[in-house]
């Protein structure tokens, strides 16, 4: 069984409506963000972000994911506000990923042309850093709410 992570899969050069497809028929739960990705000096930064401020398309996410894991409950992950480069145009990057394939490189980097450059979130305490993440899930409930795909408490 899998837990599907939006988020952590575009931290694997992936990109989420084919990690679905992947692992849809094993999920189990899921874990879901949203993630915007940019093209970089080095390859590409991933900064996760709250639902409907990346570059996931929710509603043909859902689609697929209702076909693939009917009963399977949703459930919103945020940890919104810092970027991290992946810098896979140097040789040295790919010690980590010695099976990757062309075309899901391809993929992922498909993304990141699309994407745009964010600036991270910096929190001056620990009190605004909690403050910051509990308004990006009250802006995620939103978002889903506003497309239609209403959330069950």
Known sequence: FANLDSGNAT???EDPIESLEILGPYAATTSLRDSMIWESANGATVQW???GEGIVDWKAYFKRFAELCPGVPVHIETISGFAREF???KPEFWTNFPKARAKDLARFVALAR???AIPPHRSANQQEEKDYQKSEIEKSIRYFKDIGLGLQA
Do not use: S, V
């Open 114 to 116: 699309r994407g745009k």
């Open 49 to 51: 972000t709250a639902m």
């Open 87 to 89: 810098a896979y145009l």
């Open 11 to 13: 931290w694997t050069l």
